[in-house]
């Protein structure tokens, strides 16, 4: 199989047997069989980072009763804390990640004592009852009552995340506006200040953040290293952000604008104004699906605005439509729209065909993301939504993962380990009809001690047998690859029933007849490679063999 581009429709073969299609934003690919040796292909492509976790959380726990403190601290689930609830005269919760509702984590409630105590550790809030704490990501929201005092304190988790936008970064290449849509929660401005480092950073792009509540920057005039090179722009009230937007380009040349909750329609306007003046915009506004923000009269613009249309009877006939309809105003100012239906769940559209698609009463056609990585963390995706959504692709990003499938599934089993890749994967899988799978993140598989004993490149193969004392055939005949169920087939062909994938041969391939691990140019990790698995790289492909000591018996090379 081959992925062209973003939005090109991607051919799925039928479910003789499940197979597992690893492939990066350009070419990397992995096939990982069930009832065949692997097949496993390496590009040029740099590699990407892993998810990185950087929350300050010890410094948002301190404004917190001492008891409170502990108990959070000490908690297993800590990495997934999401928020600390402190209302008045009630129980204080927690709320954690893929969990629905609040933990209690104290059983006697909260006094007028701690809130105060709360609030001089915090400082005084803006008008839009938001503060922050000087350095860190987080946010702090007050609930006050009608004289104006506070009676509840919403303490959310700011964390930067390095390697989360995996799933758009071949997007962010592009050099086009992309709005992110997602309901409170999701990871919006999460996403935005991983954005705003790497367009920055690794893209060399100028950005300047609009950062209304200082939430994407942090609170304090030196805005958080996870920002990267971009600079920042505070707004002194929120009712002022589009003027701010409107100044940043008119003021300091900026290549991208990155503004977070886009909700007015001054705003929406000052968006189409930078978008038209040639500056790229990353945004986010609320909501769940693009029908939401077709159907808002406030943020219709963003997505080119709809109008009513008179057609005349020849053209209506032409059409086979009624005469009176609706169609999009103008070019949006967003090329790209991502549903954030859940922080590992995004749909992509290309905004200008979905919304006429949607106007026509035809379903648009997406791409479905959905990323897993967090240690612990459990997701059941039902792929009977998927398989019967129309003009749909399905992609899957992983970094280590255990599929628990029903028994008797085309997996062939209850449950399949993948290799771990630190760098951009991403799976399709193809599961059949009305198939249910729990997708749950195992921890790396690197044991203690274990060590690269020697680096061998991929050109010395002779070196690599002795030193391995393995056999490596290198470009086997299309006979042994016939063994492997691998096959040439053209593009777009479909591949008969007893080969479970296509395959597009590359200029060198090997077959190993032993154990070894292969390290891609620029990759942390090592792709393990069992015997009579398929190794390509394209032409002028520099890799490394990698002989590992102490990993575990199966694979101690001395």
Request: overall charge neutral; some cysteine; hydrophobic content about 35%.
């Amino acid at each position: 199989m081959v992925i062209t581009s973003s939005f090109n429709m991607l051919l799925l073969p039928p479910p003789y047997s499940t197979t597992i299609h690893f492939a990066s934003s350009k070419s990397l690919q992995f096939h990982f069989h069930t009832h065949y040796p692997k097949t496993i292909t390496f590009s040029n492509s740099s590699s990407s980072p892993s998810l990185v976790h950087n929350d300050d959380l010890e410094t948002l726990l301190q404004i917190l009763p001492s008891d409170l403190h502990h108990n959070l601290l000490n908690q297993t689930k800590r990495p997934q804390l999401l928020e600390v609830i402190l209302d008045l005269g009630r129980f204080p919760e927690a709320r954690y990640l893929g969990q629905h509702g609040g933990q209690c984590i104290r059983n006697t409630e909260v006094t007028v004592k701690e809130l105060e105590y709360a609030q001089e550790a915090v400082g005084e809030f803006g008008r839009d009852n938001r503060a922050g704490i000087e350095g860190t990501l987080h946010r702090i929201s007050a609930i006050r009552s009608r004289k104006g005092g506070i009676v509840g304190l919403t303490c959310r988790v700011g964390r930067a995340v390095s390697g989360q936008i995996d799933m758009v970064y071949d997007l962010l290449q592009y050099g086009k506006s992309i709005l992110f849509v997602g309901r409170p929660g999701v990871g919006k401005t999460t996403v935005m200040r991983e954005i705003a480092r790497v367009l920055s950073d690794e893209f060399h792009k100028r950005v300047v953040i609009i950062d209304t509540s200082n939430e994407i920057g942090g609170d304090g005039n030196i805005p958080h290293a996870a920002i990267g090179g971009a600079r920042r722009m505070q707004v002194p009230e929120p009712s002022m952000q589009h003027r701010v937007m409107v100044e940043a380009v008119e003021n300091h040349m900026p290549e991208v604008i990155i503004v977070d909750e886009i909700g007015t329609e001054a705003e929406a306007h000052a968006c189409r104004s930078i978008a038209e003046r040639g500056v790229i915009l990353i945004g986010t506004a609320h909501g769940e699906q693009l029908d939401n923000i077709m159907k808002n009269p406030t943020l219709s613009d963003l997505i080119g605005g709809i109008e009513t249309v008179t057609l005349g009877d020849a053209e209506a006939r032409a059409r086979n439509c009624q005469k009176t309809i609706l169609e999009r105003k103008a070019p949006p100012t967003f090329d790209f729209l991502i549903e954030m239906r859940d922080m590992h769940y995004w749909l992509t559209h290309q905004t200008d065909k979905s919304v006429d698609m949607l106007l026509r009463g035809k379903s648009p056609q997406v791409e479905h993301f959905v990323f897993l990585i967090q240690t612990g963390y459990n997701m059941t995706f039902d792929y009977e939504y998927i398989m019967k959504t129309p003009n749909f692709v399905v992609i899957i990003v992983v970094r280590h993962l255990m599929i628990k499938l029903p028994p008797g599934t085309a997996l062939g089993g209850d449950s399949t380990k993948l290799p771990f890749v630190s760098i951009l994967t991403v799976a399709i899988y193809t599961l059949p009809m009305s198939t249910s799978a729990t997708w749950v993140p195992i921890p790396s598989t690197r044991r203690i001690g274990a060590r690269l004993h020697s680096a061998i490149r991929a050109e010395s193969i002779a070196s690599v047998t002795e030193k391995l004392g393995i056999k490596i055939q290198r470009n086997p005949p299309e006979s042994k690859l016939t063994e492997l169920g691998v096959r040439q087939w053209p593009k777009w062909g479909c591949p008969p029933s007893k080969f479970p994938w296509t395959y597009e041969a590359k200029e060198t391939c090997y077959i190993l007849e032993g154990e070894v691990k292969v390290t891609p140019n620029g990759a942390n990790e090592s792709v393990e490679i069992g015997a009579g698995d398929l190794v390509v790289f394209p032409k002028g492909m520099s890799c490394t063999w990698n002989v590992s000591v102490g990993v575990d018996k199966h694979y101690k090379f001395e």
